[in-house]
């Protein structure tokens, strides 16, 4: 129930953070958690949740965020193949990828529909997420442990 609990809690910080925060996707640092505790059907849960979030929410087409989720998985396990997930060298290196690929995952998205990008706020918005998603997985990995215990 702990368990629980606490993704709910993260879901409501996440969305309260990306409120004040635009173009910064704080549910990607609690996907890579799940992924780190290897709970296939948590992670498969809280993927969906997170694609139904930003997909009601985003204003790109749809699959935006489907691309993006896709990513983060993608570089995990690949990055998984050299470093141990638990670092925190993977994990910065992963938030680098993660900043870059959502810059050209945009470039690619906003090509597609008539609205003009704003380059200049895109980088940024890149920037912040390669930047605080560490930040935001080391406070919410601290968190987790300090209210759940060992993963359960």
């Not at 990306?18 to 505790?37: H, R, T, V, W, Y």
């Not at 979030?53 to 998985?73: H, K, N």
């Not at 396990?77 to 938030?95: C, T």
């Not at 003009?116 to 919410?140: G, K, M, N, R, Y």
Request: charged share 10%; net charge neutral.
């Amino acid at each position: 129930m702990r368990n629980f609990i606490w993704w709910i809690f993260y879901i409501f910080a996440a969305i309260w953070l990306q409120k004040f925060a635009p173009g910064l996707d704080a549910l990607a640092p609690g996907l890579i958690i799940c992924m780190q505790e290897r709970n296939r059907q948590q992670s498969i849960l809280f993927l969906l949740v997170c694609i139904v979030l930003q997909e009601g929410c985003g204003t790109l087409p749809f699959g935006a965020s489907i691309i993006w989720y896709g990513l983060v998985f993608s570089f995990f396990y690949m990055g998984g193949w050299f470093f141990m997930a638990e670092n925190r060298f993977f994990i910065m290196i992963l938030s680098l990828a993660l900043g870059i690929g959502r810059l050209f995952m945009f470039l690619g998205m906003g090509a597609l529909q008539p609205l003009p990008l704003d380059t200049q706020a895109l980088w940024w918005q890149c920037a912040a997420q390669a930047v605080f998603t560490p930040v935001i997985w080391a406070v919410s990995g601290y968190s987790r442990h300090k209210f759940c215990g060992e993963a359960d």
